[in-house]
């Protein structure tokens, strides 16, 4: 084959040099812009998994770059004063002009041609190749005269950067958050040879436009860099090897993401590689391991179909499914950490105490759990849950601390034992609204299976406010004595807290069971629906009422009574369900509120029914017992509310005197794409707790203990809503805390006999494997 590596980068050189290894037949050449032997950049990470990779495909490559390689294992945080440190994350570093150096020779010894200066336009300029690599970088030419092919999808990034160096080594992955007048700024720090360090400055743009950073030249941006960090450099000098920007140097980082990676275009196929198919930004250190990856990949593929042109098509269809999937995860934990460091000011530094504040930030990408932390640094693990248990209240001892997930929370005068929820779960199985036996052992179940607090389904105002003729309803006094004897039950049974979920379905209502339909309407036996505005959730759905002033009138008495006969029960906790596209919610999107008058448009004006319930709701709660709201903080289809539009109305609700935000998402419309995975709807919980400082539920996909105690100990939220799993498992709580290696969990007196077999058992299991 005639291939064409187009860029001189890791990508394109790497698979030149592996392609000339195994097929020395082929023609291979590597087109670069700049002189030979000469590269910008300061130092690039390597993961362990990509060098083991590079070991097997060409041992040479891989021994020259281990020689060159600096190893550090420490993670070293400053901030606010205090400087800590830990261990196990074993980093490995190299000079970029040091690697391609080493790429460029290995080039030469193996034949491919390399030509330099050459700044190509366009790969028609390659007629007679039969392959070519597009591997120019972000900008890429050759992917931008494709656009419609390729589907790029660049989005710049808000926050600046600085990439420069420094002569003074780091025996640490060290970073560094200043304060300044305007914000903060914080500095990414690591070697990369035995005498020079990359030293990455970033802020955000309205920090950078604060101090008038825009127009500054190099050397200013040199010297504020140098004032700002004169702590971390101990008198070095910062160095830039970008003299080729113009002005201060300083840069958006371009997220990138392509719909495709091939084209034939006529003569030849054109595959994109490294950053001209994909970025990960440098809070993670990705970059240069998917452009290796990239190519080793696309080399193994050759290797399996073979290295014949008629080949190619399928060689590239393979490579883009397989890289496709690997590229994803990088680049979500990738997001994940630049958003971090993109509200780390606001959102974290200015709120959460040092030492959460660095598990935070190790935790930044969800890569790293509370358990894989164990795994590389015990010591500083076990110091970072005994300082949690002590902010808890708890007295710590010598022995295994309580971890984050079963550490007491107080709010207003209710104390729960433990961080876990058994989520409000709709199980479709009441008569005229009552709690019946299915209930009772139902909840029963899960309060003695070790959950902090238990709610039971959405529980209705009225018959008409009902999703389903089996939904709970709180209407009469019977209802309310059936919630009693629940209550009595799970008070006299064990340590949970019991909280009451109130709502109305609006538009959802006189659906059939789940089972049965899931949202299709009631075939007979409905009842008239109510909502903000005329829409039907489904087309064959009930159009709804749009509701006047009287019948919000109406609607707030019934969930006054509703309050006033949870009161009664006993019950430790009220929320307001305020999500998932029922009555409340309605008003609260701009996808179901269509409204012209005072109660649509602005967010003052959708959530001013809401906040009219909340108010009389509150006062009709006894004030020593919490409320809190759940609200759906995204509703995943355009024009509808977003995670910014979910901080407004969360902070609305704070101020009207809610004591807790539920963040879940979504229901709202059938027209919604949520984007799905572990922890999914954490970023929600994230956002309102920190940014607008009330305390939070987390839900979504949590299913181990790890993702408990990794949300709660990083300050995500402060409980854990477990729905899925706790149908599975009753006692999820306990068993999740055996699994964890935690044996001082008290289990119900009737079956402590099980809890020494059931604990060995796993014991056992974990040796065995």
């Not at 009552?434 to 529980?459: P, Q």
């Not at 919610?585 to 809401?610: K, Q, W």
């Amino acid at each position: 084959m005639r291939i064409v590596c187009i860029g001189g980068g890791p990508a394109g050189l790497y698979f030149g040099l592996l392609m000339k290894k195994l097929q020395p037949a082929h023609s291979v050449t590597v087109v670069e812009r700049n002189r030979p032997y000469d590269t910008f950049g300061w130092g690039v990470v390597f993961s362990d998994a990509t060098m083991e990779a590079m070991r097997v495909w060409d041992p040479e490559t891989a021994t020259e770059i281990e020689d060159a390689f600096n190893h550090w294992d420490d993670i070293e945080l400053l901030f606010k004063g205090t400087r800590q440190r830990t261990s196990g994350h074993g980093f490995v570093g190299i000079g970029r002009k040091k690697l391609l150096n080493i790429l460029q020779k290995r080039c030469e010894d193996l034949g491919v041609e390399l030509v330099f200066e050459r700044d190509v336009d366009s790969d028609l300029e390659f007629p007679d190749a039969d392959l070519i690599i597009a591997s120019d970088g972000i900008n890429s030419k050759i992917r931008n005269a494709y656009q419609d092919v390729f589907q790029p999808d660049l989005v710049v990034r808000p926050n600046r950067y600085i990439w420069l160096g420094t002569d003074k080594s780091y025996d640490a992955f060290t970073f560094d958050f200043r304060k300044t007048e305007h914000g903060w700024f914080q500095a990414h720090i690591y070697k990369f040879d035995d005498k020079t360090s990359t030293f990455i400055v970033e802020t955000t743009e309205d920090t950078f436009k604060a101090h008038g950073i825009e127009a500054f030249d190099q050397d200013q941006s040199i010297a504020f860099c140098e004032d700002l960090f004169a702590e971390v450099l101990d008198g070095s000098k910062l160095m830039t090897n970008a003299r080729h920007l113009r002005g201060s140097a300083w840069l958006n980082f371009n997220r990138l993401i392509c719909g495709r990676w091939s084209h034939f275009n006529g003569q030849s196929h054109v595959v994109l590689m490294g950053d001209a198919a994909h970025t990960a930004h440098f809070a993670i250190g990705s970059g240069t391991k998917l452009a290796i990856d990239d190519a080793i990949e696309l080399t193994r593929q050759f290797e399996a179909f073979g290295h014949e042109p008629d080949k190619i098509p399928a060689v590239l269809d393979a490579y883009e499914e397989v890289r496709r999937v690997d590229v994803a995860r990088i680049q979500n934990a990738a997001r994940n950490a630049m958003e971090w460091f993109e509200v780390v000011g606001s959102r974290y530094a200015d709120t959460l105490p040092p030492e959460q504040f660095m598990y935070s930030m190790l935790t930044r990408s969800q890569r790293i759990s509370h358990e894989n932390l164990r795994l590389r640094d015990k010591t500083w693990l076990e110091g970072y849950e005994r300082w949690f248990a002590q902010s808890c209240g708890l007295t710590v001892g010598n022995g295994r601390t309580t971890p984050p997930m079963l550490t007491p929370f107080r709010i207003r005068d209710l104390t729960l034992p433990n961080r876990i929820v058994v989520s409000p779960m709709a199980m479709y199985s009441a008569t005229d609204g009552l709690i019946n036996d299915f209930h009772i052992v139902h909840l029963g179940a899960r309060a003695l299976g070790g959950a902090g607090l238990i709610f039971g389904e959405m529980t209705c105002v009225s018959p008409d406010a009902r999703i389903t003729p089996g939904c709970l309803g709180l209407w009469n006094e019977e209802q309310a004595a059936g919630w009693r004897r629940l209550v009595d039950f799970v008070h006299g049974q064990s340590a949970a807290k019991v909280g009451i979920q109130i709502g109305h379905a609006g538009r959802k209502g006189a659906t059939r069971l789940a089972w049965e339909g899931i949202d299709q309407p009631l075939a007979e036996g409905g009842w008239p629906l109510y909502a903000a505005s005329a829409m039907p959730y489904l087309p064959v759905s009930q159009t709804p009422q749009a509701m006047t002033r009287a019948d919000m009138d109406r609607v707030l008495a019934d969930f006054v009574r509703a309050t006033e006969l949870a009161a009664t029960t006993g019950a430790d906790l009220l929320e307001l369900h305020c999500a998932h596209g029922y009555l409340l919610s309605g008003f609260l999107s701009p996808v179901t509120n269509r409204r012209t008058d005072a109660y649509g448009g602005s967010h003052e004006n959708c959530a001013r029914f809401p906040l009219e319930v909340f108010r009389a709701v509150r006062a009709a709660w006894p004030a020593e017992k919490p409320i809190s709201v759940r609200l759906s903080c995204h509703d995943w289809v355009d024009g509808g509310n977003t995670p910014e539009d979910a901080a407004i109305y969360a902070r609305m609700f704070k101020e009207a005197g809610a004591d807790l935000i539920d963040c879940s998402s979504g229901q709202v419309t059938k027209e919604e794409k949520p984007v799905y995975g572990r922890l999914w709807q954490t970023p929600f919980s994230d956002k309102i707790r920190n940014e607008i400082g009330i305390p939070t539920i987390a839900v979504g996909a949590i299913s181990e203990a790890d993702h408990a105690n990794s949300i709660i100990a990083a300050g995500r939220a402060d409980l854990c809503a477990v729905a899925r799993p706790h149908l599975a498992d009753p006692a999820w709580t306990l068993h999740e805390a055996a699994r964890i290696g935690i044996t001082d969990v008290a289990w119900p007196k009737q079956y402590r006999s099980a809890k020494g077999q059931y604990e060995s058992n796993l014991a056992r299991a974990a040796s065995a494997k």
